[in-house]
């Protein structure tokens, strides 16, 4: 739709609804507006329900969507517009091919053919009554929500038709000011950002690798690439000059596993990031927002669905390598919406966050959470925190934050960089829900924030221990919105000896502190199972599983991983725990248990007590279990970073080290290592590697120092090139095939398009074409099969045919396989380049601009008069065709022509010539490729249901065949098929 189209319907609504007095009425959707509105959703229901549209009626609103959500084409729009004037009695003007919902339709019927000579007095009796409604008021929290979106691109463009001028972000860029960003000023950054991608190249579904800081570039990029019809991967940009290679390399294998095409960076980050290049093939380019200053911003139509991919989250790896999590529109909406009940968001909230965006808790609960219940989002970088941690808590006070998130560490660190003198008019009494997650929680540094920021009004109930995961988009459980943290003590040996959780007294020596995370959130089911799995009873641990709304369908292009993750329906979350009066308290990760003498130890409390010593870098502080090959067991390994020298002091620390773990774990480790500062690897999101670091351990490199830089540099370049010469070796037969092809493609078509050009006898034309065809796939060693060709209606019966899209190759295999003149219906693009457009002309192609709905019915009545004359018109009802195997919805110009002539209907399922050329990479490979013809369906009348009985009959018969692989020829169906 163009602008101006668009712009004539927003004009006409806004003349009727100030006439009117409707005001956001036309967004309710609800069954209580008007009688017109109710009029046309029951036509409107009856419709959908005669063309077979797969939406529940009750789901058809307003606010539904004729293309992206009922799969109306212009010709099914015309239908539809016919039934309305006749059901409302009014005249609507052309615009109403050109509406976007059903809404649109209601004002546009509303107005009525008389609206702009009259004014509304008429608009109103032109299609009955309407009643006046009061506007929705904006003061509370409802009047701030977009309930009725189904995509993030819904809840922004919520937002932007109600209040584009409101600050959404205040971004602090530099410490003592920040820079507002309204809705409108992201919205216009991300169309500039679309705009950049799709001329760049970027195809819907592809994936966009953000590897940006915090700032306006982040957000107006993750909005461009989702409007683009992209989709976005966060990765963290490189932290360290030392650990420059280990990044590239773990970044190398998230970018090749989500197939990035493109990886927007900042321009400090150029060199480095393209260097990926060499590692990752579908990478095209590298782009910056420098990339983007000089493209015009477009209204670009992407509509996704609500179970399109939104997000592509890489979990930390802190266990392993990273996965993509597939997150889609839905999973989103429902986990924020879900988190949004658990702490009772109110119209007054304000979020402040320094969380970096390409992490779950950051991106999605804190951000778009803002953007969803439409409250202010004050954003900081999170090394503007780390530098100074009072930032975050002088942010919470100037804006008067309510809610806010972080990692155990952070409060930490608070805790231990806060000093007294900065507690001095700091008023965090705003603060009511400080949640702590993403890491284990621990009871000693939740009793001593609260004790210490006490004076500065911090109320005693504000922190809230949580839990969540990437494969449940961010958040599964959360405690009530005004209850404080709740510690269980627990006996410490009965639970590593029998995985029973005790309680004793907290004064009790042998207690040990494990703090409830809170409850599932609404929708949201946990469950406990043994090794076995069967469910164990409250207070004994096991392994937690989950079930909600937002679970992951699963791992990006990992069916191993998914086939791991998923069990009878129930998610394996990869943690432990146990439940007690319906509360969460989690124990550790599976794969960081340790089992010792029959004792079950985890090493998250011997890391915190050993990194409270003085002389041990805290939160630097690893244990693991090692295979012990002498004793055929496991070992204990305890690693502490210190940046002590001495070597009498590294003794007494290691003395330290070794009594203070043994008073945690009852018995002391195998082996205890003084490493250097930065030598335990971590996540970006500060979680200790354990696995990593023990293998670097076990290949004797953890204490080693990092290269430098510029031989990281030289080492990643040569393994890079051998990276990219051994795919050049791989591809090399392939590509010598494709210059083969079109050798012999620019030695036969210049002929037969001379042929065409003077020839001329219609049929004539076609024998040549069909000859040229048929010299080519011989010499291309590309056989085709041709099935039911005798079920191809006589010589002078007019028919249509309607086939399935795969490949640009597809009219030549139906050239090939039906032997007459095809008026074949082709996209009007063709036509611009006239050495395409005149031979098509001269074989008899009609073009068509699916893009402009109000050419539709002229279309069709072209499509009628070739039909009258004799001639045979082939379609392909899906429009265009994708890389990925499926049917796309059919479009009702075959079948609305088939029906209106009382002609048959040849449906055609072709196959194989996807994999002879994928796509538009225009790079031809050696295959077959098999046409089977179908038997011919007649209409049984003109009606818009015969056409929609001929479209269901025909996509009936092409779709289970067109998804074989080409490739699937048994030695019978060869024998049965005929060779063209």
């Keep these: ?50 063309s077979g549209i797969d939406q529940p009626p009750a789901a058809i609103g307003l606010d539904s969507r004729l293309e992206a959500d009922l799969g109306l084409d212009s010709l099914g729009r015309s239908e539809l517009i016919a039934r309305l004037e006749r059901g409302l009695g009014c005249r609507l003007s052309d615009e109403a091919l050109l509406a976007a919902t059903a809404g649109d339709l209601l004002t546009l019927a509303r107005a009525g053919s008389a609206a702009t000579e009259a004014g509304p007095e008429a608009a109103e009796a032109a299609c009955g009554e309407v009643q006046a409604t009061p506007t929705t008021s904006v003061g509370g929290l409802a009047a701030r929500l977009p309930t009725g979106a189904d995509s993030l691109l819904d809840m922004l463009d919520w937002h932007l038709e109600r209040h584009p001028s409101q600050v959404h972000i205040q971004l602090y860029e530099t410490e003592d000011r920040p820079r507002p960003i309204t809705y409108a000023e992201l919205a216009d950054g991300a169309a500039r950002v679309a705009t950049g991608l799709r001329e760049a190249g970027l195809r819907e579904r592809q994936t966009v690798a953000l590897m940006l800081p915090t700032g306006a570039d982040y957000f107006q990029g993750f ?80 509509h996704p669905r609500p179970d399109a991919i939104a997000l592509l989250q890489y979990t930390s790896g802190s266990t392993g390598e990273p996965k993509g999590v597939v997150l889609s529109h839905a999973d989103l909406l429902a986990n924020i919406r879900a988190m949004g009940a658990a702490v009772a968001v109110r119209p007054d909230d304000c979020f402040v966050s320094w969380l970096p965006l390409y992490h779950d808790m950051g991106l999605i609960g804190a951000w778009l959470g803002s953007l969803c219940f439409g409250v202010p989002f004050v954003s900081m970088s999170p090394l503007s925190f780390l530098a100074r941690p009072v930032r975050w808590l002088r942010a919470i006070h100037t804006h008067r934050g309510t809610l806010s998130a972080a990692p155990n560490f952070a409060y930490e660190l608070c805790l231990k960089r806060v000093q007294d003198g900065d507690l001095e008019g700091l008023d965090l009494s705003c603060w009511r829900r400080a949640l702590n997650g993403a890491e284990p929680v621990s009871a000693d540094t939740l009793r001593r924030f609260a004790k210490r920021f006490e004076r500065c009004g911090l109320p005693a109930n504000a922190l809230a221990p949580v839990y969540g995961l990437a494969e449940a988009a961010v958040g599964l459980s959360f405690p009530p919105p005004t209850r404080g943290p709740v510690i269980d003590c627990i006996d410490r040996e009965r639970f590593a000896v029998s995985g029973e959780a005790l309680r004793v007294p907290c004064t009790d020596q042998h207690a040990m502190s494990v703090v409830g ?137 290691a003395q330290r080290v070794r009594e203070r773990a043994t008073d945690v774990l009852g018995s002391p480790p195998d082996e205890i ?62 590509q010598l095939y494709a210059g083969y092809a079109w050798l012999l493609f620019g030695l036969i078509a210049p002929w037969v398009w001379l042929s065409i050009m003077t020839v001329p006898r219609l049929r004539w034309r076609w024998r040549l074409v069909r000859a040229g065809i ?20 006589p010589p002078g019966q007019p028919f249509v045919i309607a086939s399935n899209h795969q490949s640009y190759l597809d009219v030549m295999a139906l050239v090939a396989a039906i032997d007459r003149p095809i008026d074949f219906i082709a996209k009007q693009g063709l036509s611009t380049n006239p050495l395409v457009r005149w031979p098509l002309e001269r074989l008899g192609t009609l073009f068509v601009d699916r893009f402009d709905l109000l050419r539709g019915p002229e279309d069709a009545q072209r499509f009628a008069a070739a039909l009258a004359r004799g001639e ?39 196959r194989g010539t996807r994999e002879l050329m994928r796509g538009s990479r225009f790079s031809p490979r050696p295959g077959h490729a098999v046409v089977e013809i179908g038997q011919p369906i007649w209409p049984s009348d003109e009606s818009w249901r015969s056409a929609v009985q001929l479209r269901d009959q025909a996509r009936a018969f092409i779709a289970p065949r067109c998804e074989q692989t080409a490739t699937k020829i048994t030695p019978n169906q060869r024998d049965s098929a005929e060779q063209a």
């Design 1 to 50: 739709m163009t602008r101006q189209r668009r712009s004539t319907i927003d004009a006409s609504r806004s003349r009727v609804e100030q006439g009117l007095g409707l005001g956001n009425q036309g967004q309710s959707g609800g069954e209580g507006d008007s009688d017109p509105a109710a009029r046309l959703l029951e036509i409107l229901r009856d419709f959908a329900r005669d």
């Design 223 to 302: 909005f461009g690439v989702l409007r683009a019809g992209g989709i976005p991967v966060p990765i963290y940009p490189p932290a360290r000059p030392e650990q420059l290679e280990e990044h590239l390399r773990r970044h190398a294998g998230i970018l090749s596993n989500a197939g990035a095409r493109f990886l927007i960076t900042v321009p400090e980050a150029l060199t480095v990031a393209r260097l990926l290049r060499a590692w990752v093939p579908s990478l095209t380019a590298v782009l910056t927002s420098k990339s983007f200053a000089d493209a015009t911003p477009t209204a670009l139509a992407a």
């Design 517 to 653: 995370c809170g409850r599932p959130l609404p929708g949201y089911h946990l469950r406990i199972l043994d090794q076995d799995g069967q469910p164990l009873p409250e207070r004994r641990e096991g392994r937690l599983y989950f079930q909600g709304p937002s679970a992951t369908r699963g791992y990006y292009r990992n069916p191993q991983a998914t086939a791991g993750l998923i069990r009878d329906g129930w998610h394996d979350t990869g943690d432990r725990g146990y439940l007690a009066d319906a509360e969460l308290y989690l124990t550790g990760r599976i794969k960081d248990l340790i089992i010792r003498g029959g004792r079950n130890l985890y090493p998250y409390e011997v890391e915190q007590a050993v990194g409270e010593l003085s002389g041990v870098r805290k939160g630097c502080v690893v244990a693991f279990a090692a295979a012990d090959q002498a004793r055929g067991s496991e070992r204990l390994v305890l690693i502490a970073e210190t940046r002590e020298r001495d070597p009498a002091r590294r003794t007494k620390l």
């Design 673 to 734: 290592l003084l490493a250097p500062p930065r030598s335990i690897l971590k996540t970006s999101s500060g979680k200790l590697r354990r696995g990593a670091t023990r293998e670097r351990w076990a290949a004797g490199r953890l204490t080693n120092a990092p290269p430098a830089l510029l031989w990281q540099l030289l080492r990643l370049g040569a393994a890079g090139l051998r990276a990219a010469l051994l795919r050049s070796a791989r591809r090399l037969p392939g």
């Design 774 to 793: 048929g010299l080519l796939r011989r010499l291309a060693f590309v056989p085709l099969f041709v099935q039911g060709r005798e079920r191809i209606p």
């Design 872 to 910: 045979t018109l082939g379609f392909f009802p899906e429009g265009t065709f994708l890389e990925r195997p499926g049917l796309l919805p059919f479009r009702m110009g075959a079948f609305l022509a088939a029906a209106g002539a009382g002609v048959p209907l040849l449906p055609v399922a072709v």
